[in-house]
């Protein structure tokens, strides 16, 4: 028996089956598939394709399924107007960790393991810290060593060769209220490990690129979160939105992680001595990563980008990726172009080419910027600087893709932004530097009116793309990593 596997059924063009160069057949078999279920085409073979629909975006548009490879088979014969590609997964876009290597293969086997305890607390008050991801090395370049988080006394044990009393390098990674830092040559016998506190009035990157914010900045743009979820959060109006994911509530566009939160904020928190870049847009959540999940379906995406777009959204921010090029979310960025609608999508963390889907011809794909020095002392972000530098200090972070597809940078190293919970965190990554530059156009869009009132069709997403461009900032680094420079 063939193994079942996930499928999405497009249309020969477009996402949905009205579009043009679409067949009377392609639409009618669409539609008659809306409703969820399992399903059995006619055929004239002696075994007719069995397949079971599981999701659909619009009544005549794109269909998520299960089936075997023998069934795609057969319902391509039937249906030789669809395309049938599979459903792909794309991980959040925060900046990479260091791994060591699986369990303990890395030590000898005649290794006498030790389980040395190492307590997190906050820098000044000893406050523990919980959920504190630390990764130590013996030997970094061999990947030896051992990793864990720390439970609610804050406290982690390592499991590790006896003989080990120096740890060559220590990654400190809190999930709120500090900053990561890295630790070389630290002694087991030290057993405390000190964070940075975050200060709301620190001048990070976000803070530098943009000295300038008002609650007002943005009013009047309509921007969507297409991530884990946002909130809860006191710092972030959410107006509505929606949970992509097949088989989850649909209503529930609560946070599934801590990602998709902090990306919000950077675009539009306002809460206390903390504002985004345009608190004042209209701010909507959907929700394509499950809970649990590793990565966002296509489907769900595609889902998404075709619900904010019918729900007025200006831009949305995806801030995901990687992979090779999918026809779903291809044919999603289209038709949200076509009405006016502009992808904002991260470039990607692995220090290579741009990845997909920000490499889409038709999305605004943006690097990681950072400015030197804008981070406590021993703080993580002091790793990602890498020559040549810009103006007022500035460079492309180690971890950012680049290449000709980039259009504008944004600032992603050492980013303070909300946590659910009302809490703050801090994040690098092109994940972050995305949200700053959708913050940045969208407040650039509000002050200008007459591309806001614009008919909402591909002009119009030519108009704010052309907005984003001009405004950029040259900050004097090469091209093919900042783009047209600093988005403004």
Not at 13 to 23: F, H, I, Q, V, W
Request: charged share 20%; net charge neutral; with cysteine.
């Amino acid at each position: 028996m063939s193994a079942i596997s996930r499928f999405v059924l497009l249309p020969t063009s477009g996402l949905t089956a009205d579009e043009p160069n679409n067949s009377s057949a392609t639409e009618t078999f669409l539609t008659t598939m809306g409703a969820p279920g399992a399903r059995r085409m006619p055929a004239t073979a002696s075994h007719a394709a069995h397949f079971k629909v599981l999701d659909s975006i619009q009544s005549n548009g794109a269909k998520l399924v299960a089936m075997s490879n023998v069934a795609v088979m057969q319902l391509k014969r039937e249906q030789p107007g669809l395309r049938v590609v599979p459903e792909v997964y794309y991980p959040s876009m925060r900046a990479p960790r260091p791994r060591i290597l699986t369990g303990l293969q890395a030590f000898s086997a005649r290794a006498t393991l030790a389980q040395p305890r190492i307590k997190v607390v906050l820098q000044g008050s000893g406050k523990p810290l919980r959920s504190v991801e630390v990764i130590a090395f013996s030997d970094y370049e061999a990947g030896k060593g051992a990793q864990g988080s720390t439970n609610a006394r804050g406290e982690v044990e390592l499991e590790l060769p006896r003989s080990v009393r120096v740890l060559q390098r220590v990654y400190v990674y809190p999930s709120h209220s500090a900053w990561p830092v890295l630790l070389k040559d630290w002694s087991l016998h030290e057993g405390v490990i000190e964070l940075p506190e975050i200060n709301l009035g620190f001048t990070d990157s976000r803070t530098k690129a943009y000295p300038k914010r008002a609650l007002p900045d943005g009013a009047g743009v309509t921007v969507g979160v297409i991530d884990t979820g946002i909130g809860p959060h006191t710092g972030l109006v959410v107006s509505g939105g929606m949970n992509a994911v097949t088989g989850e509530d649909p209503t529930d566009w609560s946070d599934a992680d801590i990602h998709g939160t902090h990306v919000a904020g950077i675009i539009a928190g306002q809460c206390g001595g903390f504002l985004g870049v345009s608190p004042g847009v209209s701010l909507r959540a959907y929700r394509v990563f499950g809970k649990n999940a590793q990565g966002a379906s296509s489907f769900a995406i595609a889902k998404a980008i075709d619900r904010a777009v019918a729900d007025g959204c200006d831009l949305l921010n995806l801030s995901l990726g990687g992979g090779p090029s999918d026809q779903t979310t291809s044919e999603a960025i289209k038709a949200a172009r076509a009405k006016g609608v502009v992808c904002v999508i991260a470039a990607g963390n692995d220090g290579g080419a741009v990845a997909w889907p920000a490499r889409h011809p038709l999305s605004l794909s943006v690097s990681a910027l950072g400015f030197k020095g804008l981070w406590p002392a021993g703080a993580m972000q002091a790793q990602t600087v890498q020559p040549p530098m810009g103006k007022e200090h500035s460079f492309i972070a180690d971890f950012s893709n680049t290449g000709p597809e980039i259009d504008v940078a944004g600032p992603g190293v050492g980013v303070i932004s909300c946590i659910p919970h009302d809490r703050f965190g801090v994040m690098d990554g092109t994940s972050m530097a995305c949200p700053a530059v959708t913050g940045a156009v969208a407040r650039r869009l509000a002050a200008d009116a007459k591309t806001l009132a614009l008919p909402r069709d591909g002009e119009r997403s030519d108009a704010v793309i052309r907005l984003a461009l001009q405004a950029a900032r040259d900050m004097d680094l090469p091209p093919f990593a900042q783009g047209a420079g600093l988005a403004q």
